[in-house]
């Protein structure tokens, strides 16, 4: 089971920074990360960690503005969002599977990943 929590609302410039719980009974996957899903649009990547390692993936649209991070001790993912825009507006999935490229080559199946039950992030 996947938990998130930190989304809210902030005005554009903001911060927010949220963050996944992954349960025991979710296993060892080896990487987690986040997707997005803005109304009326499909659902995207935005950021990918290697549990085991420093192998992260970010979309170019959020490239240089968002942070992931983890820490195994917590069996915790972050997601730290600065200089937020008004379309990062969306509800944010945490996702727990078994490769990056899930992340960079996301082609909208769902069955490959565990998700938690998202949280909602606007920005105005």
């Known amino acids: 089971q996947l938990v998130e929590s930190g989304g809210g609302s902030v005005q554009a410039g903001g911060s927010l920074r949220l963050s996944c719980v992954m349960s025991?009974?979710?296993?060892?996957?080896?990487?987690m990360g986040w997707f997005r899903q803005a109304p009326g649009k499909e659902r995207e990547a935005v950021a990918g960690?290697?549990?085991?390692?420093?192998?992260?993936w970010y979309a170019d649209s959020v490239q240089g503005r968002f942070t992931i991070s983890r820490d195994n001790t917590k069996n915790t993912v972050y997601l730290q969002m600065d200089r937020l825009r008004p379309e990062d507006t969306a509800v944010y999935y945490c996702?727990?599977?078994?490769?990056?490229?899930?992340?960079?080559?996301?082609?909208?199946?769902?069955?490959?990943?565990?998700w938690g039950q998202g949280t909602q992030v606007t920005v105005s």
């Open positions: 996702a727990a599977t078994g490769s990056l490229l899930y992340f960079s080559k996301y082609d909208g199946d769902l069955s490959f990943a565990s």
């Open positions: 960690i290697f549990i085991g390692g420093s192998s992260i």
């Open positions: 025991e009974s979710t296993g060892r996957p080896y990487c």
